[in-house]
């Protein structure tokens, strides 16, 4: 199982031991989730099983890898042309971009699509703006797959973003250089030696972007487009819980497929051994300069300043028809807490695991990484009921406790986590940590004064992105939260679902900006 | 130069947070609102008395926890009203009724709740089906009509709420309405038409389709009206605003959205509702309700509480601020809604409207849920 002469000088075993331990401790909690959907699952009547295989069914399963796939390409190709542009290139003002292109990431997809349809829907405010010169009375039909794709590629693009970014600053400009050297142009460097370098940061990305996708419930109800989700919540809300895990358990094999997928793409990545010693060369765009900047321009409009404008317009028109603004102290105050220690909590977790998988390479480290992936497909409603059941029955002291709904965020949110640590530690090279012991560091010392330090940006980045997703998350929050635990997603679910739109307008505005703040923080220390 | 731009980005966004940042200070009388729940405007309701017995009000009064399934817009000043009259300590979880229910089935026996307060019927009878409702006492179930309580006395309705036709005024008038909901099935209907699927009260109303017309007509009025390609909504709310702005000419709602977006957007709004006259499923008027669970570790102030939703106060809070119909008898309903009693409703039982399952099943066998 560890095969290596690649192998760095090891560990102690009680540190070693620890870590297994650790990991598994976190893959075990993290498939708790599943456990609880075959508990259900088994007490499903024959008749469910039969509903499971309608033709229907398998049709939803293949439109759903369909947007799947079809997002995790579009995100690809928006993500990486962005973060090219923005680490290696004069494009104009490419330091505020680098801060506002990950942003989008912050809108929850129920805001973000409702805004996407008010705005380009039919009869919506650009049909309106239209009409009057241009006598426009219909638009394309936003509606179905493409307005799905468009949406989600908006709002999970800065995945593959931020991990193509963080790996091309730290990739080693020398071998860019060298191809440059000799002879190859900039368009066949960046095909033949960028690009495959950026291999294991597109997985990192794009994993996460297709899970998103297989998980999301808002932007495709809203654009009606049917994936396997919202099978998922009208089984839910019909009551029936068994059926609705036998549906939830199809998704879990979706997750293995995809993660399948993955591992085979990345099945002969080399690691690289040399990180970043000094900036890369800046590449001056030329005549391409205007264009790249209207590229990125446009992405960001349609992504962040779009929906933004348009609920600061809410909020205006609101206020001017007299509408009070609610007193958000108490949820904004909520949602910093709950998300705070989720992503203190989910990066504590996934630290062991991955530095075992990086370290320790080996088919049983990457399981336990694969795992915890398990439960990041599955809608939040999934991972508060078996939470609910588990916590009302097995441990009514934690139940409706912040501590369980911090767990549930960490159970949830914890392969954004894993991905970025991983993605960071194998760019430093072990042989940091082993010229340390060579100097007679113990193998613990060394890790915590060399590679530590290096793994910063990492820490910081999963911390970040754990805690804007657990600040904009609804479902877990709604079911798990302690009573009377108000937060910022809750008070705009609950104008919105009753059409105040105004009020929904404030907080859904503080989320966006407090879930920016570590964010531009993160990218703005690269 | 690269630094500046930067600075200037962080400044930007610190500024912004600066802004809304205050924005919620600035507002301190929504604050007071909040917690001290005198509701706001527009109440015709007499101040609250609440009688409670002597040996109530010198005993301690205890706490309560409430599941709603009604949003804290909604319902959160009348839940604190109750909190302020009593002295309970009422702590509330908000949520969709149907996640919330899914929930209480979930806990099982380890609720901590001590009372669920639903949207729809459906709601209600998984709980009590499940044997999570204990019964409540008859002078609180015989405030309302027969019809909108529970046969075994498990749940009471507390308020109701019309399915309604709601119209863009610009395509249409009353006069272009058929009388029940039957006829849009007609061809002329077709593309003109919203609906939501997935939501509870429009679920409610295919189940009241099938207690009225039986399984087989259900199933030609939904694939006739699939036929028409009405355009799929996610709730309510999205339509009655495509409606206004013109995307569609008619929808299937629950009757009050419409007020709220009059009060927002104005009286300009190209949207009202239609009442269907037919006395058909469409005339459904379903009752939103709450019941006391039976582990429900304090039985006295649930109940109580129950019954101060059946309270004059709360019923005339009920038809002021959230524009739904008062089930007690009594009780004046807002301006510009025809009184219940005027209403050719459809003369069904809340109770029958449990089976929420076989509306689920026969909704994908026409195709119109995945």
Redo the contacts between chains.
């Keep these: 199982m560890r095969s290596g002469d690649r192998q760095p000088a090891r560990w102690a075993t009680p540190t070693r031991l620890a870590l297994w331990a650790l990991s598994a401790l976190v893959a075990a909690a993290v498939l708790l989730p599943t456990v609880y959907l075959f508990v259900r699952a088994a007490g499903a009547d024959p008749q469910v099983w039969a509903g499971l295989l309608?033709t229907?069914t398998l049709e939803?399963l293949g439109r759903t890898l369909l947007l799947a796939a079809t997002v995790t390409a579009a995100s690809i190709g928006v993500a990486v042309p962005l973060a090219w542009l923005t680490t290696r290139t004069d494009l104009p003002?490419?330091?505020?971009w680098s801060?506002?292109l990950p942003l989008p990431l912050v809108v929850p997809s129920y805001v973000s699509a409702y805004l996407f349809v008010?705005a380009f829907?039919?009869?919506?405010l650009l049909q309106g703006l239209l009409e009057a010169p241009l006598g426009v009375t219909r638009l394309p039909e936003i509606y179905g797959l493409p307005g799905a794709v468009v949406i989600l590629t908006l709002l999970s693009y800065p995945y593959v973003f931020l991990s193509t970014r963080a790996a091309l600053l730290r990739m080693s400009p020398t071998l860019e250089e060298s191809a440059r050297s000799l002879g190859e142009g900039a368009w066949s460097t960046f095909w033949r030696v960028t690009l495959p370098l950026l291999r294991p940061a597109l997985g990192a990305g794009g994993l996460l972007v297709a899970l998103y996708a297989l998980r999301d419930f808002g932007a495709v109800?809203?654009l009606?487009y049917?994936t396997f989700t919202?099978?998922l919540?009208?089984?839910?809300?019909?009551?029936?819980?068994e059926g609705s895990a036998l549906l939830a358990l199809v998704l879990v094999v979706l997750t293995l497929v995809v993660l399948g997928f993955e591992a085979w793409l990345l099945r002969r990545v080399t690691q690289p051994t040399a990180s970043a010693t000094r900036p890369p060369r800046i590449l001056p765009l030329g005549s391409w300069r205007w264009p790249a900047f209207l590229f990125t321009l446009a992405v960001a409009f349609l992504s962040l300043f779009l929906p933004a404008g348009l609920l600061l317009y809410w909020l205006i028109r609101?206020l001017n028809?007299g509408?009070?603004?609610?007193?958000?102290?108490g949820a904004?105050w909520n949602s910093l807490l709950g998300s705070g220690l989720a992503a203190a909590l989910a990066v504590a977790a996934a630290l062991p695991v991955a530095i075992l998988s990086v370290r320790y390479p080996g088919r049983l480290t990457r399981l336990i990484e694969r795992l915890t992936y398990a439960s990041f497909a599955l809608p939040g409603?999934v991972i508060?009921?078996a939470l609910?059941?588990f916590g009302?029955?097995q441990a009514?002291f934690l139940?409706?406790t912040l501590a369980l709904l911090v767990f549930a965020y960490a159970v949830l949110y914890l392969p954004q986590a894993v991905g970025a640590l991983r993605t960071a530690l194998l760019q430093i090279p072990p042989s940091l940590d082993e010229a340390a012991r060579s100097l007679g560091r113990r193998p613990i010392q060394a890790f915590w004064e060399v590679t530590v330090p290096l793994l910063r940006p990492g820490l910081l980045a999963g911390a970040s992105l754990v805690f804007l997703t657990a600040m904009k998350d609804l479902?877990a929050t709604?079911?798990l939260?302690p009573?009377?635990f108000?937060t910022l997603a809750?008070e705009v679910?609950?104008?919105?679902?009753?059409?105040?739109?105004?009020?929904a307008a404030?907080p859904a505005?503080?989320i966006v900006?407090?879930s920016?703040?570590p964010l531009?923080f993160f990218v703005?220390r690269e | 130069m690269k630094k500046n731009h930067a600075v200037l980005a962080t400044t930007t966004l610190a500024a912004l947070a600066l802004v809304s940042a205050c924005a919620p200070a600035a507002a301190p009388t929504a604050q007071i609102i909040r917690e001290t729940v005198e509701v706001p405007v527009e109440v015709t309701a007499p101040p609250i008395v609440i009688t409670a017995p002597p040996e109530q009000v010198a005993a301690e009064p205890g706490r309560l926890v409430v599941y709603s399934g009604r949003s804290e817009s909604l319902v959160g000043p009348i839940i604190a009203q109750f909190a302020e009259a009593t002295g309970v300590q009422v702590d509330v979880k908000y949520g969709s009724t149907a996640e919330i229910a899914a929930t209480l089935l979930e806990e099982g026996a380890n609720s901590p709740a001590d009372v669920f307060f639903a949207q729809d019927p459906g709601g209600l009878g998984a709980v009590a089906n499940a044997g999570l409702f204990a019964p409540l006492p008859e002078e609180t179930l015989s405030l309302v009509p027969t019809g909108y309580r529970s046969p075994a006395g498990l749940w009471v309705g507390v308020s109701g709420r019309a399915r309604v036709v709601v119209y863009n005024t610009e395509a249409l008038a009353p006069a272009d309405l058929p009388a029940d909901v039957w006829d849009f099935t007609d061809p002329m209907w077709a593309g003109r038409i919203g609906w939501a699927p997935t939501n509870g009260s429009f679920q409610a109303m295919v189940t009241a389709m099938r207690v009225a017309w039986g399984e087989e007509k259900t199933r030609e009025w939904l694939t006739a009206m699939q036929a028409n390609a009405p355009k799929v909504f996610e709730g309510n709310t999205n339509i009655v605003e495509a409606v206004g702005a013109g995307e569609v000419e008619i929808g299937f709602v629950n009757h009050y959205y419409l007020y709220r977006f009059l009060k927002e957007q104005g009286e300009g709004f190209a949207a009202r509702n239609y009442f269907l006259p037919g006395g058909g499923p469409g005339s459904l008027v379903m009752a939103a309700g709450a019941g006391q669970l039976e582990t429900s570790a304090n039985p006295d102030n649930a109940q109580r509480f129950i019954a101060f939703l059946l309270s004059t106060v709360a019923q005339q809070y009920f038809a002021s601020q959230t524009y739904e119909y008062p089930l007690v008898e009594g009780v004046a309903v807002e301006r510009g809604l025809p009184a219940l009693a005027e209403l050719n409703r459809l003369d069904v039982d809340m109770a029958a409207l449990d089976d929420l399952a076989g509306t689920t099943r026969l909704l994908q066998e026409t195709g119109v849920l995945p």
């Design positions: 309608r229907r939803i003002l490419r330091r505020a801060l506002i008010s829907g039919p009869r919506g109800s809203l009606r049917d919202r099978v919540y009208v089984s839910y809300r019909s009551f029936d819980r609101g028809s509408e009070t603004l609610m007193a958000l102290g904004t409603i508060a009921l609910v059941f009302a029955r009514p139940y409706q479902p709604l079911i939260a009573l009377g108000d809750t679910w609950s104008a919105v679902s009753e059409a105040f739109f105004a009020r404030a505005l503080l900006l407090m920016s703040l531009a703005g």
